[in-house]
């Protein structure tokens, strides 16, 4: 009988503390340099319990980072021409650097017109059309931040991508579509695999690397994963549980992120490593 695996775990809370670290610093010297504080622009709309956990830990995390935060709090009836013109003034204020949107932001909004309201300098969340297509194009901009979150813990545990088999599971426009067009910009050969995939398990157990980016519990089976694979879970569902069967997962991957701890805590130190991106461009103008 061959020996039991046991996955590495890729620390995600580890490595974005670190990034924390490097953007407190890079906020510093900006803020000793040009005597301006980088500032992050948080949008809500309504009281969603769970919108409102996130925007408070964004604003905490801007202030450990050195990171000022300006709050904007909608009423859930906000119409769209509102949500726009409160954004649209964000846009043009010079002393916000970056902006976000909590979202989703309801269904009587028309999300898509909110984001692109998002000057493209201030776009630090990287969910507007300009940041996409300069994705999609391969120039600098700022991108999907878990997508780009993914993509800083394989470079931190060295996985190589060039030539790779990656399937990402999912396709929403925030994560599983930029995360298969990052992992294309640097040579993998990508699957995108969905909600209409015939026989997912049989595509999964083909991949060097799988991201998971589904919202289902434990929809990745372990006996789906190839041995000596990288697994990437983004899922977080309801009771802390990724969209991979972890305890099975483990024992044939090679590496694999923990839920929670892997892929989460990396969102929001991109976000803030963008911010204040942003604002060393905008000060640079
Ligand atoms: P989403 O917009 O609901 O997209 C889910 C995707 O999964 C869709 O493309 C859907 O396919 C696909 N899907 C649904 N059921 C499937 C099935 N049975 N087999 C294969 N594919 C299936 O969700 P999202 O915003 O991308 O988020 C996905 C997960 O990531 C959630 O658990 C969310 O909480 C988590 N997330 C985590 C972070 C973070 O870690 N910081 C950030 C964002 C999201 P169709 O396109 O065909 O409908």
Redesign the pocket.
């Known amino acids: 009988m061959s020996p039991t695996r046991t996955a590495q775990l890729m620390d995600g809370a580890a490595l974005a503390r670190r990034i924390g670290e490097e953007t407190a610093a890079k906020a510093a010297d900006l803020t000793r340099r040009t005597g301006v504080v980088p500032c992050l622009a948080t949008v809500l709309v309504g009281e969603d319990p769970a919108s409102v956990t996130y925007v408070r830990m964004k604003q905490a995390r801007s202030a450990k980072a050195g990171i000022a935060s300006r709050h904007v709090g909608l009423p859930a009836a906000t119409t769209t021409a509102e949500l726009v013109e409160a954004i649209t003034t964000l846009s043009r204020d010079p002393r916000v650097h970056g902006i976000l949107l909590q979202h989703p932001v309801g269904p009587h909004v028309d999300e898509r017109a909110a984001f692109e309201a998002i000057a493209p300098e201030k776009g630090v969340d990287g969910v507007t059309t300009h940041s996409f297509a300069a994705m999609g194009f391969g120039l600098p901009g700022f991108v999907s931040c ?1 997508p780009g ?1 993914i993509m800083r813990l394989l470079d931190e545990y060295g996985v190589g991508l060039a030539g790779k088999h990656a399937v990402v ?4 426009a ?3 579509k930029p995360a298969g067009m990052l992992l294309l910009g640097r040579d993998a050969t990508v699957t995108y ?5 015939a026989d ?1 398990a049989a595509i999964v157990r083909e991949a060097d690397i799988v991201v998971a ?4 519990p434990r ?1 990745i089976r372990g006996d789906a994963v190839k041995p000596g694979a990288v697994v990437i879970d ?4 309801e009771g802390n549980v990724g ?1 991979v069967d972890f305890d099975a997962a483990r024992t044939r991957a090679r590496l694999i992120t923990p839920v929670p701890g892997g ?2 805590p ?2 929001i130190a991109v976000l803030l490593e963008q911010t204040v991106d942003a604002a060393a461009r905008q000060l640079r103008q």
């Open positions: 878990t979150g599971v999912g396709r929403s925030i994560l599983g695999c969905h909600s209409r995939t997912l980016a589904v919202g289902r929809l983004a899922g977080y569902n969209d892929v989460g990396m969102t």
